[in-house]
């Protein structure tokens, strides 16, 4: 009878100790993840501050809608990028992708449907597309490695997936801090290259990601 209840009791205290080990690393991340968003927007405003440095008017134009609709659509991106971030390091959670990033897709596509501002698709320079896409990748790759390094404390499976939405979010933080350099303030704009350009970071991160985040 002892025979047959060792294999149970080992099998109890082998499910305890991976549930007590979830749970610490679930801990973990949660203070390590936050950590990481904090030093992503620090490094990434510190790199557009560098490479474009902010634009002259910022002051005045801190609460006009142009503006405010750069801000706030960064801001839904990288939410829903976070809670990609947080789902995906989380053995047996399946991203639900399009929930968390409905609220920014919905809000971007309405701005680009109803843009009156009358400036044009690809900016006010020739240079400027360049420039957005360019200075928001530049700024997003801090943030990339600090995100990445924050999911080693959780335990992702899929690291493909895991890198790309690293990415993801790392590229929403890079075209926030952007914002404060853009030029460019027609809403379609900001949906169509700011968007490009968190693209170009995901697909870095999906890329880069699985020699990262390897166990």
């Known amino acids: 009878m002892n025979d047959n209840r060792q294999p149970t009791d080992d099998l109890i205290r082998g499910l305890a100790s991976q549930a007590g080990r979830r749970s610490s690393l679930s801990f973990r991340?949660?203070?390590?993840l936050p950590v990481a968003l904090a030093f992503s927007i620090l490094a990434a405003?510190?790199?557009?501050?560098?490479?474009?440095?902010?634009?002259s008017d910022l002051m005045q134009i801190l609460p006009t809608w142009t503006f405010l609709f750069k801000v706030i659509g960064m801001v839904l991106v990288a939410v829903g990028g976070f809670q990609l971030v947080w789902t995906v390091v989380q053995p047996g959670q399946v991203p639900r992708?399009?929930?968390?990033l409905a609220p920014a897709l919905a809000f971007l596509l309405i701005g680009a449907l109803f843009?009156?501002?009358?400036?044009?698709?690809l900016g006010v320079h020739t240079y400027s597309v360049l420039n957005c896409a360019g200075t928001i990748i530049m700024a997003s790759i801090p943030a990339l490695a600090a995100i990445l390094s924050a999911m080693r404390a959780g335990t992702p499976t899929r690291l493909s997936q895991?890198?790309?939405?690293?990415g993801f979010l790392a590229g929403s933080v890079g075209g926030l801090a952007y914002t404060i350099?853009?030029?460019?303030?027609?809403?379609?704009?900001v949906a169509v290259w700011y968007s490009i350009a968190i693209a170009c970071v995901t697909a870095l991160g999906?890329?880069?990601g699985p020699k990262l985040l390897r166990w």
């Not at 991340?29 to 390590?32: L, Q």
């Not at 895991?162 to 690293?166: K, L, P, T, V």
């Not at 350099?181 to 704009?189: E, M, P, T």
Request: charged share 10%; hydrophobic share 60%; with cysteine.
């Open 45 to 55: 405003t510190g790199v557009v501050v560098m490479i474009a440095g902010p634009r």
């Open 29 to 32: 991340f949660s203070i390590v």
């Open 206 to 208: 999906a890329l880069i």
């Open 115 to 121: 843009d009156r501002s009358g400036f044009p698709l």
């Open 162 to 166: 895991a890198g790309a939405i690293a």
């Open 181 to 189: 350099a853009c030029l460019n303030d027609g809403a379609a704009f």
């Open 97 to 100: 992708t399009v929930i968390f």
